[in-house]
C-alpha cells in the first residue's frame, strides 16, 4: 500500500539556520508529491509541489524540495529560518483513486523556531 | 471568490447525537474530499467525491456518511457520535484536470463529550 513517512515528529531550529525535513514515500508510478504548511489553528497551505521535470522544485516563503526517485524522498528544505516559519509541515503524495486522485498524507513535522 | 468554505467551525456533541458538517467551494472543482486530522496522526481521508453523485470510502469511513448533491457542495454527516470522533475535519476539493493541487478549506473543530 502507498504510504508517507515523515521520520521526524518535532525539530526546533536556530532564526537563520537551515532546515531540511524528511519526506519518503512509497509509490510504485511516478508519484505526484506535496509539501504542506499548517499554523496552529489554521488550514493547510500549499508549499510546493512536484509532478514531474526538474527534480528541484521552488515553492512559496524561500522553500524548496528536492525529488530523489533513488531514494524515494523528497526532503523540504529552506536556506535560512525565519521566526513565522514555525508551524506544522505535511508532505502528502497523490495517487489514482476512484475517478479522481487521493491523498495519503504524512503524520507531520512540527518546527519550533529559536529566538 | 470564497475558495472553500466549512460550516460550523466549532461544535459540541453528545455522545450519540448527529449532525452534519456543511463544505462549499466556488472554483468549480469536479473534485472533493473530507478527512479528519488527530494529534500525530496526520490527515485521514474519510471520504471522496469525483464529481456531482459519486463517493468512495477513504482510509476511514466508519461511522460517517457523506453527500454529493451538487457540485459545489459535499456534507459529511454523523448519524450516531462518539468520543472517537472527536478531531478537527478538514473538507477540500481539487481542479479539474492535470493540476492535482488541492485546496482546503479552514476546518471544523468537533468535540463529542
Known amino acids: 500500500a502507498q504510504s508517507v513517512t515523515q521520520p521526524d515528529i518535532h525539530i526546533t531550529v536556530s532564526e537563520g539556520a537551515s532546515l531540511e525535513l524528511r519526506c519518503n514515500y512509497s509509490?510504485?508510478?511516478?508519484?505526484?508529491l506535496f509539501w504542506y504548511v499548517q499554523s496552529p489553528g489554521q488550514g493547510l497551505q500549499l508549499l510546493l509541489k512536484?509532478?514531474?521535470?526538474?527534480?528541484l522544485v521552488q515553492g512559496i516563503k524561500g522553500f524548496e524540495a528536492e525529488f530523489k526517485r533513488s531514494q524515494s524522498s523528497f526532503n523540504l528544505r529552506k536556506p535560512s529560518v525565519h521566526w513565522s516559519d514555525a508551524a506544522e509541515y505535511f508532505c502528502?503524495?497523490?495517487?489514482?483513486?476512484?475517478?479522481?486522485?487521493?491523498?495519503?498524507f504524512g503524520t507531520g513535522t512540527r518546527l519550533k523556531v529559536l529566538a | 471568490n470564497a475558495g472553500v468554505t466549512q460550516t460550523p467551525k466549532f461544535q459540541v456533541l453528545k455522545t450519540g447525537q448527529s449532525m452534519t458538517l456543511q463544505c462549499a467551494q466556488d472554483?468549480?472543482?469536479?473534485?472533493m474530499y473530507w478527512y479528519r486530522q488527530d494529534p500525530g496522526m496526520g490527515l485521514r481521508l474519510i471520504y471522496y467525491?469525483?464529481?456531482?453523485?459519486?463517493?468512495d470510502k477513504g482510509e476511514v469511513p466508519n461511522g460517517y456518511n457523506v453527500s454529493r448533491l451538487n457540485k459545489r457542495e459535499f456534507s459529511l454527516r454523523l448519524e450516531s457520535a462518539a468520543p472517537s470522533q472527536t478531531s478537527v475535519y478538514f473538507c477540500?476539493?481539487?481542479?479539474?484536470?492535470?493540476?492535482?493541487?488541492?485546496?482546503f478549506g479552514p476546518g471544523t473543530r468537533l468535540t463529542v463529550t
Open positions: 467525491s469525483a464529481s456531482e453523485g459519486t463517493t
Open positions: 509509490y510504485g508510478a511516478t508519484p505526484y
Open positions: 472554483m468549480n472543482h469536479n473534485s
Open positions: 477540500a476539493s481539487r481542479e479539474t484536470g492535470s493540476n492535482y493541487e488541492q485546496y
Open positions: 502528502a503524495v497523490a495517487n489514482k483513486g476512484s475517478g479522481t486522485y487521493k491523498y495519503i
Open positions: 512536484y509532478f514531474s521535470g526538474d527534480t
